[in-house]
């Protein structure tokens, strides 16, 4: 598995967004995924690669509320790409790591699937299918 960006959940996209630009990353579009109940938007620099995170509708439950509850904005997640996806989930499953969020269609990788996984030693991880 290779890195493919790191989390970061935010409580304002639009001013994060701003920040990181003034650091030189360049932005595409916000995308909205009502299924997950937030707004994403990818940057990139130097060929690192970050993923702003914030809640869609502040009224609904979002997976990056508990991250938001005492900070403005942190890292959270790493996400790998993986060429073996079930496979992957399987050896990671056999390691310590444990399914938080099952695997499953994320509009802001195209459809491909995600999965994320937890390990208390290394925290939250993200893997996209490649």
């Not at 598995?1 to 650091?23: N, P, T, W």
């Not at 802001?108 to 893997?127: D, P, S, W, Y």
């Amino acid at each position: 598995m290779r890195i493919d960006h790191i989390g970061y959940a935010v409580k304002r996209i639009d001013r994060a967004q701003k920040d990181f630009e003034s650091l030189g990353f360049v932005f595409g579009p916000v995308i909205d995924d009502a299924d997950r109940n937030v707004k994403i938007a990818f940057g990139e620099k130097d060929g690192y690669r970050l993923e702003l995170v914030c809640p869609l509708d502040k009224k609904q439950e979002s997976p990056v509320d508990q991250y938001l509850s005492n900070v403005v904005g942190t890292p959270y997640h790493i996400c790998y790409q993986s060429n073996n996806f079930d496979s992957e989930i399987e050896s990671l499953k056999k390691q310590g790591f444990k399914v938080i969020i099952e695997p499953q269609p994320a509009v802001a990788f195209g459809g491909k699937r995600v999965v994320f996984m937890m390990n208390l030693g290394m925290g939250l991880m993200e893997i996209v299918e490649s």
